[in-house]
């Protein structure tokens, strides 16, 4: 039998929303959310993705 696993494509700001959430749920930032120059410069992507990100999560 063959099994068949779904694949789930997500945009780029879905995908840094999603790691800001392991992040969190994680308690990595015990007191606030890092900037997003620096966060951005985190995972090598634009800080505009960084804030579609944080809307997402709003």
Not at 7 to 33: F, G, K, N, T, V
Request: hydrophobic share 50%.
């Amino acid at each position: 039998m063959i099994e068949i696993m779904a694949l789930s494509i997500l945009s780029p700001s879905h995908q840094d929303a999603s790691h800001l959430c392991e992040e969190l749920l994680a308690s990595r930032w015990a007191h606030e959310l890092p900037g997003t120059p620096a966060l951005a410069a985190e995972l090598g992507v634009d800080r505009k993705m960084i804030m579609a990100a944080y809307n997402l999560l709003q």
